[in-house]
Every structure is written in structure tokens, then in C-alpha cells.
């Protein structure tokens, strides 16, 4: 392990799914090996659209029993609430004093909500700034993300350099990390997996339910006995993420071939799906209930991520002459 540091974090707004595991936790959890890892759950950023003190709870609980079944190594690294380090705010205000209005308003979540005409509230216009006090209170050397998340990461180099131009050298610059091959997973309708489309395949639900929606995946209408092509199919595309090289190869060769139904190409993908995944849904539902557990990873994720938080905002307020 090196002494750089991957720090991450994810919403607490619903069921955790494939896209979420494929984009952002599985690559953050392998770089576990390499990088000490500081991962977090954004539940201040939840609250731009969560406004419902149950949910968000439910959805944070479920957050730790998924780091933690997926093997978040707890005692080397840390996992904890973006909440429980309350300096994040503190430089959050800092660095809005040298963030420009002008840079917020070109955020492509910002700029799709104008486009709905949604609501905006504070929270989601200063939703970049409150993400990159995340990223350079630790001074973190590498965030892994999923591609939507580029232009997040670009706003905090942004900043970054500025304030280090302005009070000197004070920020480590973070390099994001996006996987090219996984950046956007597709959902049951093709689209981006989301849960904003209702498209999404839960990374932890029952067997049964997880093979129902596999098999719900949007194909085109050949016959059975049509040949099909793997690269414009969306069960394809699922099954090679999953898949070794070998496996591929070998379904590629059945859709070129014929005489094989979508049917029977989602119960491959589904397997394996469940295959890399069976193990771990077990012990997910069982720490799920374990509060003792979930609450004892916050509090020791906590702990090691506040004096880090402490000192760079300690940095930041001699910079900036507090
Ligand atoms: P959602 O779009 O479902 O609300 P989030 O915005 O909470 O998902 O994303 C959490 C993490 O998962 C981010 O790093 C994001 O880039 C990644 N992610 C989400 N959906 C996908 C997807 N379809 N493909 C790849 N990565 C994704
Ligand atoms: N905006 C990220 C998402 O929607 C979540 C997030 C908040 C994050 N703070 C972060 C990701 C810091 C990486 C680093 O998925």
C-alpha cells in the first residue's frame, strides 16, 4: 500500500445498483490493495433532494452493510458519514468565497434541472463546491468515479488551483479515476442505469427478484433461430462485465450463430451475476441487521478520517488568515 490516498463517496438516495457496484464500488474497493482508502456516504448531498429523515437513514444503513459484504476493509482503512466531519462544511464556505457563480451554473446537474424546470434549491446550485471540500479535506490523491461524475472532479481541480494560486500552495491536486471500459452501465430500457430513470437492477435483493429483471433487460425482436449481434445488446453488455474472456467469447459465438433465444442469453447473464455476487448478498443481509456492527464501522471510520479533516482545515485557516 502506498501512503497516497482514494477517497470516494456515494448518495444515501436509494437501493444501491448495478451501475453504482460496476461504475464506482467494485474499481474503489480493489484500489483497497493499492491506496490507503478513505470512503464516504454523502448524506449532506442527499439532502439537495431527500427530505425524508427515514429513507435517509434506511438508505445509510445500507450503504455500510454493502461496503462492508463486498469486503471494505475497516481496519486499514476508513468508512464513514460525510455528517460526521463537520469541518467539511467549514471549507466548504471557504472555498465558495473563491468559487465563481459563473463555473456553478455551467454543472450539468444544475443546468438540467433549470432545463426541467425543477426547483433549485442552495444545496444543489453549491453541490460541486460542498464535493470537491469532500475531495481536498483529506488531501486525497485519487478519486474513483463513475463517468457522470467527470465534470465534478474537473470543478474541483478548478478550485483547487485557484485557491492554491491565490493563498499558496495548500490543496493536493486530486486525479479522478474512471474506468473506460465500465464508465456507463446500461438499465433495463438501455438507458444510463439510473435510479433517477427506474431503470436500475438492485445490487442486493433476493435471488428470485434479481433473476425477474434480468430477464426484463429491453432486446430487439429476432426470432430464436435469427442470428443476433452481442455488440448492440444490452444483456451482452451486462453479462460481459460480469463474464470472464473465455465466457464471452463463447455467448458471442450463440448470437452470431442462432438458434438461441434472448431468454436463454439473460439466464447466462443472470449466472454470472449471481455468481460473483451470491456470496456476498448472504452476509449482506446479514450484517443489514446488525446496527451494533453498522454503527461501530461509522464511529471507527469516523475516527480515523477526522484528524485528517482537522489538520487540512487548520492549513486552510492560516492560508486564508482566520
Ligand atoms: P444514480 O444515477 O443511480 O443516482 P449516483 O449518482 O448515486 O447514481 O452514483 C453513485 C456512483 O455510481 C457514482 O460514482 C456514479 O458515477 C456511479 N454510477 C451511477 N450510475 C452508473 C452507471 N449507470 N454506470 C456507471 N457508473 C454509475
Ligand atoms: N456526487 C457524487 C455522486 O453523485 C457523490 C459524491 C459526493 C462524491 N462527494 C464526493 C464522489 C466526493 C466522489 C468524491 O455520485
Redesign the pocket.
Known amino acids: 500500500m502506498t501512503t497516497q490516498r482514494a477517497l ?1 463517496g ?2 444515501p ?2 437501493d ?5 457496484y ?4 467494485k474499481p474503489a474497493l480493489q484500489l483497497q490493495k493499492k491506496h490507503e482508502a478513505f470512503y464516504f456516504i454523502a448524506d449532506y448531498h442527499a439532502l439537495t433532494t431527500l427530505h425524508n429523515p427515514q429513507k435517509l437513514r434506511e438508505h445509510t444503513y445500507e450503504l455500510v452493510a454493502t461496503f462492508a459484504a463486498l469486503g471494505m476493509d475497516i481496519e486499514n482503512h476508513a468508512f464513514f458519514k460525510q455528517s460526521d466531519i463537520p469541518e467539511v462544511t467549514e471549507l466548504t464556505w471557504i472555498i465558495s468565497c473563491i468559487t465563481s457563480k459563473g463555473l456553478l451554473e455551467r454543472a450539468h446537474a444544475y443546468k438540467d434541472a433549470i432545463a426541467k424546470q425543477q426547483e433549485v434549491n442552495h444545496g444543489l446550485f453549491s453541490y460541486p463546491v460542498l464535493m470537491a471540500a469532500d475531495i481536498l479535506i483529506y488531501d486525497s490523491n485519487y478519486v ?6 467527470k465534470q465534478h472532479l474537473e470543478m474541483t481541480r478548478d478550485i483547487a488551483i485557484r485557491f492554491n494560486h491565490i493563498f499558496g500552495e495548500t490543496f493536493v491536486i486530486p486525479e479522478p479515476l474512471i474506468e473506460d471500459d ?6 433495463l430500457d438501455g438507458q ?6 427506474n431503470n ?1 437492477i438492485p445490487l442486493f435483493t433476493t435471488e428470485k427478484k434479481q433473476r425477474k429483471l434480468v430477464m426484463k433487460i429491453v432486446t430487439d425482436s429476432k426470432t430464436v433461430e435469427e442470428p443476433k449481434d452481442p455488440e448492440t445488446c444490452n444483456v451482452f453488455a451486462l453479462f460481459s462485465l460480469f463474464a470472464t474472456p473465455e465466457q464471452q467469447k463463447a455467448l458471442a459465438e450463440r448470437y452470431r450463430t442462432g438458434n438461441m433465444g434472448y431468454g436463454e442469453a439473460k439466464q447466462t447473464c443472470f449466472d454470472v451475476i449471481n455468481e460473483e455476487l451470491k456470496q456476498s448478498r448472504e452476509v449482506y443481509f446479514e450484517i443489514r441487521q446488525d446496527f451494533q456492527k453498522l454503527d461501530g464501522i461509522l464511529e471507527a471510520g469516523r475516527d480515523k478520517a477526522r484528524p485528517v479533516a482537522r489538520e487540512v482545515l487548520n492549513r486552510v485557516r492560516d492560508h486564508v488568515g482566520l
Open positions: 470516494s456515494i448518495k438516495t436509494g444501491p445498483h448495478l451501475g453504482n460496476l461504475g464506482m464500488i474513483p468515479v463513475g463517468k457522470d461524475q465500465v464508465a456507463t452501465i446500461p438499465g444510463k442505469m439510473s435510479k433517477s430513470y436500475t
